[in-house]
């Protein structure tokens, strides 16, 4: 293996608490691990979170750090570090040749439905993303679906990206639902004896409409009508429609919007949770449905994009589109405990296929690759 350094681009994880903070931070560990000094770690120092609603600051902020760290400033932090490759794990990076670099694009969200991102996210990808890619050396995405829209939708040879699926962490596990931790979780957050429960940003992706229109439906039948929902997942982009189709549909008393929780209560909820539904319109990967299964949570996920790739024949599948098909999948699940039964197991064995040791053998691969 070469002994050339590598610099990995940690800005992004400093941004918030979803799907690219974890990522990059597991990521970071992991390499860590597996490559010693030969990693080293580049961030800008105009990183941090947005809290509440974005203000002028904000905006700012992330204009220097699109325009400047991400174009030219990550550059020279590279070099400064004297690396040999630069890893860009968020999706961005600059469009003109310089350092060797790998370039990991989670999926191409921001290009299929650019509507459900802010002005200049959208903008910006639209024009950024598809030279950087070409810049790139290699390209890492999370499943088979996004390295066929990759390859596909912005023309980059197949051979140049490899599919390295993330990890789970261990602290995902089956749980004693009468346990004193997880007694300790149903206190402190006031659950309902059964629930389902649904994972992820308040944005239009993650289909919540939809999600709480099956609810509503749910109560209305006869062998369901005690379901409720547990939403986990901060505020995100476009997410106020949310709000008024609880008041609409009449749900403030079957729906629970928890937001960000820490990770060991994330694990104990999945393991509480009859059952985790997630019909997002669109995943790169789909990290709630590995996680669930680790904890043995049957799941009801989407048909489409990576998460019948991610689910394998351990999930119960819906069109996410359909009310009516979400409505019946939950159903389906929240009536039949031998079911669960099934799902749990497999879902168990599934998720087992995916971790961070894995994730970073592979990644250094496609490193040395580079290098080599």
């Known amino acids: 293996m070469s002994e050339r350094r590598v610099a990995l681009d940690v800005t992004v994880a400093a941004l918030g608490r979803a799907g690219p903070h974890v990522y990059i931070t597991e990521l970071a560990r992991a390499l860590g691990l597996l ?6 770690l580049i961030a800008s120092r105009i990183a941090a979170p947005a809290h509440g609603r974005r203000n002028a600051g904000d905006r700012l902020r992330t204009l220097i750090r699109d325009l400047w ?18 890893h860009l ?19 191409l969200n921001v290009l299929r439905f650019p509507r459900f991102f802010r002005r200049w996210s959208r903008h910006y ?18 499943s088979h679906a996004s390295k066929v829209d990759i390859v596909e939708r912005l023309g980059i040879p197949e051979e140049r990206v490899t599919v390295v699926p993330p990890g789970v962490d261990p602290s995902f596990t089956p749980i004693v639902p009468q346990s004193r931790p997880a007694r300790e979780v149903r206190h402190r957050y006031r659950l309902h004896e059964e629930f389902v429960l649904t994972v992820g940003s308040v944005e239009p992706r993650k289909n919540l409409p939809r999600v709480l229109e099956a609810i509503h439906r749910l109560r209305a039948r006869t062998d369901t009508a005690d379901v409720v929902l547990v939403h986990v997942g901060p505020e995100g982009w476009l997410g106020d429609g949310v709000a008024h189709a609880v008041r609409t549909l009449g749900l403030a008393d ?19 949770a009859r059952l985790c539904v997630y019909p997002s319109l669109y995943e790169g990967f789909g990290l709630p449905v590995a996680e669930a299964m680790a904890c043995g949570c049957p799941v009801v996920t989407s048909n489409l994009s990576s998460l019948p790739e991610i689910a394998a024949d351990a999930a119960v599948l819906v069109d996410p589109g359909s009310v009516e098909d979400i409505t019946d999948g939950v159903a389906a699940l929240w009536t039949d405990a031998a079911r669960r039964r099934e799902l749990a197991a497999r879902g168990q064995a599934r998720a087992r296929c995916f971790t961070w040791e894995r994730a970073a053998r592979e990644t250094a691969a496609v490193y040395d690759s580079v290098l080599g």
């Open 35 to 40: 490559l010693g000094e030969r990693l080293r």
């Open 69 to 86: 760290w991400h174009q030219v400033g990550v550059g020279i932090a590279a070099r400064r570090t004297e690396a040999a490759l630069l």
């Open 89 to 107: 794990p968020a999706g961005i990076g600059p469009v003109r040749r310089g350092l060797p670099s790998v370039l990991t694009i989670y999926d």
């Open 125 to 142: 990808a639209r024009i950024v993303l598809p030279r950087a890619a070409r810049s790139a050396e290699a390209i890492l995405t999370l």
């Open 254 to 272: 079957a729906v629970r919007f928890l937001g960000y929780v820490p990770r060991e209560d994330l694990a104990a909820l999945y393991g509480l």
